[in-house]
């Protein structure tokens, strides 16, 4: 399926501060902070809130490196991670994606990507919410940042993303996805 895509924009200026409070809630997320950093610096981090914690210290273990590219439960459904392994896409294949009831924590373990970011209110529904599977897709205008070992993403529900897309040249990845459920 094709979907309409136009240039990254570049990234805007944000105040420079994490606004982490370990009483994390709902109205935390919608501030539209999603967070960018490396595996080294994941500490402070764990105190998002709930499922946090279990999401850094499984991706502090050996299991990103070590685990087959299969779901791993940490919490049943309210947290797990996805280990995967895939050749990145075009950004002309690639989609924009949001998830109502879950954060990611997207961690490039090996490889070379880019991830696309635009907030919710920025961009228009492409295919209606699937329930079964938490997402909905969307088009248009976002940001390209890129991602090397050892670095993370943090979305939030409000934060369209747009994973596995091709930085300079197809790249084979491995990535651990820890998805944490954030609302009923």
């Known amino acids: 399926m094709m979907h309409s895509h136009t240039s990254p924009k570049q990234p805007a200026a944000t105040d420079g501060k994490l606004h982490c409070d370990a009483n994390y809630d709902y109205t935390f997320k919608e501030s539209g902070l999603m967070i960018i950093d490396t595996l080294e610096n994941a500490s402070p981090y764990a105190g998002l809130g709930a499922g946090f914690d279990l999401a850094f210290a499984f991706l502090r273990s050996d299991k990103p490196t070590t685990a087959e590219p299969e779901r791993y439960d940490l919490d049943g459904d309210r947290v797990f991670a996805l280990v995967q392994q895939y050749t990145t896409n075009p950004f002309e294949t690639s989609v924009w994606e949001a998830h109502r009831h879950y954060a990611d924590v997207q961690l490039v373990v090996s490889g070379q990507e880019q991830m696309g970011y635009a907030h919710l209110d920025t961009m228009t529904i492409d295919k209606a919410y699937d329930a079964e599977n938490d997402f909905t897709l969307y088009r248009g205008d976002g940001v390209l940042l890129p991602f090397n070992s050892g670095t993370f993403a943090v979305f939030f529900p409000q934060d369209v993303h747009m994973p596995c897309v091709t930085h300079g040249s197809p790249?084979?990845?491995?990535?651990?996805?820890?998805?944490?459920?954030v609302s009923a």
């Open 171 to 181: 790249s084979e990845v491995r990535k651990v996805v820890v998805k944490i459920r």
